[in-house]
């Protein structure tokens, strides 16, 4: 194989046919069947069939992605591979990635014009980034094939990657060759209906369609604008004196605008992209950098995890944002939702609403909802009401020793991490209770500093004092 080192004078020649060429050819990930993170499959895309080594069935963000990558990667090589021959000249390849997680020693693209790919061309960067577009300049005639190999380092055996979010070709089409028809509208995710127009040129015709599968003139011809209410990819090629040409497709994701009581019921173990009606939610708590807690004030609510997030309690919410909802733990999640997100309005300093509950009451649609729990019982580290539990969690402030048998009165933000737990915010988030009023101490001196429930009032006596049923101070 030979390398190509470009020089000056070779970029130069290179920017020169950039501005005169044009898109003819997208790698467009679409659905796939392989779910061996580490194994291959074979997907056609666009006219043109593709070998991806690792995980080439995911969607993420309403995108679909091929997952180039897998487990126990050590300095792998892991490629995508045309088997199809380009039908034009290429001089520019657009990588665009999405997520990474592993390091990327270097990236390779092999022009090769013939399938085994001897005494192929190689074009080498040493840097490709998460969310970024790498460009690779290139020289390359009609017919040629294309394997783009990531040599990577992974830190441990869970499933690393680099996803792929498209691959643009550009250059110039043989004389004679169709266009391919132009989209109005590119793809990406979308809130509510959408409508696309495709346009060909002169005395075309275009047929596509709206399933995943290859257009051709038996296909649906184009004659109005297509109105998209669902998720949709739409594939096309345009036809002159029976010449086809390559195909061109686009995928529109199209998101219903969710309340936080449907997202709630819509969470899988699948990252979903949606949109969300963020109208009323207040935050609650704020654990960390990553985690932070709201409610809708009726007893609902759900975790935001997302770094850099931004949100303080008391922010108000409103304004319809695209986001990711998922399941985890049992519980309802969104991520990648900040206070500087798109369409997303923040009113400082809210009072948070306390509702009093039963633990009966709670479920994991209750994270994120403050709660007031009275006379629970303090027993092996949880809190009881009858058979109905919940666990004390420290995720705002250290929880201090609770008496064994005791009775408590607790108020906090539920959490859920497969079983409830309520986080209280400080030390008067949790007072003993005593059935009585003080009795219990009346008889002799308190012995340790506490607070106790008497006649409705909050009681705190001060060890070596006496004091009243009523919580008066005798000596």
């Not at 055996?157 to 060759?177: A, C, K, M």
């Not at 590119?186 to 959408?194: D, F, H, L, P």
């Not at 184009?222 to 090629?237: C, D, G, N, R």
């Not at 209750?366 to 009858?386: D, H, I, M, N, R």
Request: charged share 20%.
């Amino acid at each position: 194989m030979k390398k190509l080192l470009l020089s000056f004078a070779v970029m130069l020649v290179g920017l020169t046919a950039m501005a005169q060429s044009t898109l003819i050819y997208s790698m467009e990930p679409v659905a796939g069947k392989n779910t061996d993170y580490s194994g291959s499959g074979i997907m056609k895309c666009n006219g043109i069939e593709w070998k991806i080594e690792g995980n080439t069935n995911y969607s993420y963000d309403g995108k679909q992605l091929y997952r180039i990558g897998g487990k126990k990667l050590t300095d792998q090589d892991r490629a995508c591979t045309s088997l199809t021959p380009m039908i034009g000249s290429v001089d520019k390849v657009v990588l665009k990635t999405y997520r990474i997680n592993l390091t990327v020693n270097s990236a390779t693209l092999y022009v090769s014009d013939n399938a085994d790919f001897d005494n192929a061309e190689e074009y080498v960067v040493g840097e490709v980034k998460a969310d970024d577009e790498t460009v690779f300049e290139v020289n390359a005639s009609v017919g040629a094939y294309y394997r783009l190999v990531f040599n990577v380092t992974t830190s441990g055996s869970s499933n690393q990657y680099v996803e792929v979010e498209r691959i643009d070709f550009y250059g110039t089409l043989p004389e004679g060759t169709v266009d391919s028809p132009v989209f109005s509208l590119e793809g990406g995710s979308y809130v509510g209906t959408q409508t696309v127009e495709l346009s060909a040129g002169e005395d075309c015709k275009i047929y596509y369609t709206l399933d995943g599968s290859e257009p051709t003139e038996e296909s649906a011809e184009y004659t109005e604008p297509i109105s998209l209410a669902e998720t949709t990819t739409i594939k096309a090629i345009a036809v002159l004196d029976g010449k086809a040409s390559m195909v061109v497709s686009q995928t529109y994701t199209i998101l219903k605008i969710m309340t936080l009581s449907e997202a709630l019921e819509a969470a899988t173990k699948t990252d979903t992209g949606i949109a969300m009606d963020t109208e009323g939610l207040i935050c609650t708590g704020v654990r960390g950098t990553s985690n932070v807690y709201f409610t809708d004030g009726t007893g609902k609510g759900i975790l935001v995890y997302s770094n850099g997030h931004g949100f303080n309690v008391g922010d108000k919410l409103s304004g319809v944002v695209v986001t990711t909802l998922t399941l985890y733990n049992g519980a309802a999640e969104l991520k990648n939702l900040k206070a500087n997100t798109e369409g997303l309005t923040v009113t400082p300093g809210q009072e948070t609403p306390v509702l009093e509950k039963n633990i009966s009451d709670l479920s994991a649609a209750s994270q994120g909802a403050v709660v007031a729990l009275k006379s629970v019982t303090y027993k092996g580290g949880k809190f009881y009401q009858g058979e109905d539990v919940i666990t004390p969690y420290n995720a705002f402030m250290t929880l201090p020793e609770l008496e064994e048998d005791a009775v408590y009165s607790i108020t906090g933000v539920v959490t859920y991490f497969n079983q409830l737990q309520i986080c209280p915010r400080s030390e008067a988030d949790i007072v003993k209770e005593v059935a009585d009023g003080i009795d219990a101490v009346i008889a002799a001196d308190v012995q340790t500093d506490g607070k106790f429930i008497a006649n409705g009032r909050i009681v705190i006596v001060k060890a070596g004092k006496k004091y009243e049923a009523s919580g008066l101070l005798v000596r």
